[in-house]
């Protein structure tokens, strides 16, 4: 039954395999047939004609010549060599060329064509019966005119029987050897396929978190490439699930600290009588709701802005987004005695992405800028073209990122020490992620004159002009 299963379950390994050898092995097991066929008949074709050819032979020699006359004398020997074969029977007519004489069987059938001096072979039916027939035209200067028509014909019993005993010697040979070269390739699939059932085996028993990975010395070859690629994917979602494990981690650790403060605070309320000292401790809870309020939207955004999630994309103009986004900060700039400016070319800036997506980043580089850069100091969001690039810079004359530093404050929650910023360490993390998403790449250097910090994110350009 296992057997039977394993041939017919469609769609498996082995199924394909044994239809791509079978099945062409059986259509040249056909051809063979057809073409042991066709010899089997060419054969007998040959035999039945050379009867036919020796028998003209020997009825011109029983022609002879009687004072004028043309006799046919059919010695016993010609008669036996006639007659010899039981199962068929033989007819034959000569005759002159100007029909002198004529002697045989009457109204033979006449072969298509022209007679001549060389023999004509045609199938044609006499008698009810089907025969095989030669007509020839043979010299002979005994006779009157010189020369004898001669058409012999003989039945087909024993030339068919012929035929079929060629091919029925020859088949059961060639269906054996179909027959077993499908087994051995059945048995030879199956133990060809046994390291891929292991491999299945091996996968199946695992648990969830096991993504080691799969051995590649017991595979064939030709699978060993696939394999590779496999415990490629699985490194990688191993890192990522361990990337994941941090982050979860990370920011479980970053909410618990406000919560707590709002716990703390929320406690201390409670017990104080002193309207001054409870507003106080008010400020705190609403200063703490706020952090966790931002880092809660942050953790949505970031987790918006990774790959999977699914955000419309559509054709916008950066330099008015950018013109927006920056509008919106000039009052906090205002506040800190920052100045906030803004630079943009002539001409639309098209890209194909998400506005809500691209708005964060620019905020997230904006506030970063701000936070990071000195009472009297400036920010400037530029725009610019080269060839079918855009490029989005954010530069400030702040302190400025070491260079050691430069990669590592791309990760989440990491914040450089020493800057006493509150903050949440997930900014330029999120900056990353969404221009990853938009198939931007982010850069981050020193700004002008070495001093400060300058974030470019370039874009391709959209074919269309906004």
Same mark, same amino acid.
Not at 66 to 69: E, F, R, S, W
Not at 72 to 80: E, I, K, P, V, Y
Not at 223 to 243: C, K, Q, T
Not at 320 to 342: C, E, H, N, P, S
């Given at each position: 039954?296992?057997l039977?299963?394993?041939?017919?379950?469609?769609?498996?390994?082995?199924?394909?395999?044994?239809?791509?050898?079978?099945?062409?092995?059986?259509?040249?097991?056909?051809?063979?047939?057809?073409?042991?066929?066709?010899?089997?008949?060419?054969?007998?074709?040959?035999?039945?004609?050379?009867?036919?050819?020796?028998?003209?032979?020997?009825?011109?020699?029983?022609?002879?010549t009687?004072?004028?006359?043309v006799?046919?004398?059919?010695?016993?020997?010609?008669?036996?060599m006639?007659?010899?074969?039981?199962?068929?029977k033989?007819?034959?007519?000569?005759?002159?060329w100007q029909?002198?004489?004529?002697?045989?069987?009457?109204?033979?059938?006449?072969?298509?064509?022209?007679?001549s001096?060389?023999?004509?072979?045609?199938?044609?039916?006499?008698?009810?019966?089907?025969?095989?027939?030669?007509?020839v035209?043979?010299?002979?200067?005994?006779?009157?005119?010189?020369?004898?028509?001669?058409?012999?014909?003989?039945?087909?019993?024993?030339?068919?029987?012929?035929?079929?005993?060629?091919?029925?010697?020859?088949?059961?040979?060639?269906?054996f050897l179909?027959?077993?070269?499908?087994?051995?390739?059945?048995?030879?699939?199956?133990?060809?396929?046994?390291?891929?059932?292991q491999?299945?085996?091996?996968?199946?028993?695992?648990?969830?978190?096991?993504?080691?990975?799969?051995?590649?010395?017991h595979?064939?070859?030709e699978?060993?490439?696939?394999?590779?690629?496999?415990?490629?994917?699985?490194?990688?979602?191993?890192? #990522? /699930?361990?990337?994941k494990? @941090?982050?979860?981690?990370? %920011? +479980? !650790?970053?909410?618990?600290?406000? *919560?707590a403060?709002?716990?703390?605070?929320?406690?201390?309320?409670?017990l104080?009588?002193?309207?001054?000292?409870?507003?106080? #401790? /008010?400020?705190?809870?609403? @200063?703490?709701?706020?952090? %966790? +309020? !931002?880092?809660?939207?942050?953790? *949505?955004?970031?987790?918006?802005?990774?790959?999977?999630a699914?955000?419309?994309?559509?054709?916008?103009?950066?330099a008015?987004?950018?013109?927006?986004?920056?509008?919106?900060?000039?009052?906090? %700039?205002?506040?800190?005695?920052?100045?906030?400016?803004?630079e943009?070319?002539?001409?639309?800036?098209?890209?194909?992405?998400n506005?809500?997506?691209?708005?964060?980043?620019?905020?997230?580089?904006?506030?970063?800028?701000?936070?990071?850069?000195?009472?009297?100091?400036?920010?400037?969001v530029?725009?610019?073209?080269?060839?079918?690039?855009?490029?989005?810079?954010?530069?400030d004359?702040g302190?400025g990122?070491?260079?050691?530093?430069?990669?590592?404050?791309?990760?989440?929650?990491?914040?450089?020490?020493?800057?006493?910023?509150?903050?949440?360490?997930?900014?330029?993390?999120?900056?990353?992620?969404?221009?990853?998403?938009?198939?931007?790449?982010?850069?981050?250097?020193?700004?002008?004159?070495?001093?400060?910090?300058?974030?470019?994110?370039?874009?391709?350009?959209?074919?269309?002009?906004?």
């Open positions: 039954m296992s039977c299963k394993s041939i017919f379950d469609s769609g498996t390994l082995r199924q394909k395999l044994l239809q791509w050898v079978l099945i062409p092995m059986v259509v040249l097991l056909l051809l063979n047939i057809a073409l042991i066929y066709k010899a089997g008949h060419d054969s007998a074709d040959r035999r039945h004609d050379r009867f036919l050819s020796d028998a003209s032979k020997l009825l011109v020699d029983q022609l002879h009687n004072q004028g006359h006799e046919f004398t059919l010695h016993s020997g010609a008669l036996n006639l007659s010899e074969d039981k199962k068929d033989v007819y034959y007519a000569l005759s002159g029909q002198d004489f004529k002697f045989g069987s009457p109204n033979l059938p006449a072969p298509p064509g022209s007679l001096e060389k023999p004509i072979f045609y199938m044609a039916n006499y008698e009810n019966h089907p025969v095989r027939m030669m007509a035209i043979v010299p002979e200067k005994d006779v009157i005119s010189g020369r004898v028509v001669v058409m012999v014909g003989k039945t087909l019993v024993l030339h068919d029987e012929r035929a079929q005993e060629w091919m029925w010697r020859v088949l059961p040979t060639q269906i179909t027959v077993f070269t499908g087994i051995m390739v059945w048995w030879g699939v199956g133990r060809g396929l046994r390291p891929l059932l491999l299945r085996n091996e996968v199946t028993r695992r648990s969830s978190l096991d993504l080691s990975p799969l051995p590649e010395h595979v064939v070859a699978v060993r490439p696939l394999i590779h690629s496999f415990n490629g994917l699985m490194a990688r979602l191993d890192e #990522s /699930l361990i990337l494990r @941090r982050f979860i981690a990370d %920011a +479980a !650790h970053q909410l618990r600290t406000p *919560l403060g709002l716990k703390a605070q929320a406690e201390l309320a409670q104080l009588d002193n309207p001054v000292e409870i507003r106080y #401790s /008010l400020q705190q809870i609403s @200063r703490a709701a706020d952090h %966790a +309020a !931002h880092l809660a939207n942050q953790l *949505l955004l970031l987790a918006r802005a990774e790959p999977g699914q955000d419309t994309m559509a054709e916008l103009d950066l008015a987004l950018a013109r927006d986004v920056t509008a919106y900060w000039v009052q906090d %700039a205002l506040q800190k005695k920052i100045d906030l400016g803004f943009s070319a002539e001409g639309g800036f098209p890209v194909t992405g506005a809500l997506l691209l708005g964060e980043l620019l905020n997230n580089l904006i506030d970063n800028a701000l936070r990071y850069t000195q009472s009297g100091g400036q920010v400037t530029r725009i610019g073209r080269n060839k079918e690039k855009i490029n989005l810079e954010v530069e004359n302190p990122i070491a260079s050691s530093e430069r990669e590592r404050v791309f990760e989440r929650f990491y914040r450089v020490l020493g800057t006493n910023q509150k903050g949440c360490g997930l900014g330029l993390s999120i900056v990353r992620e969404v221009a990853d998403r938009h198939h931007a790449e982010v850069s981050l250097s020193s700004g002008a004159e070495g001093t400060g910090t300058l974030v470019k994110i370039t874009f391709h350009a959209t074919s269309r002009n906004v």
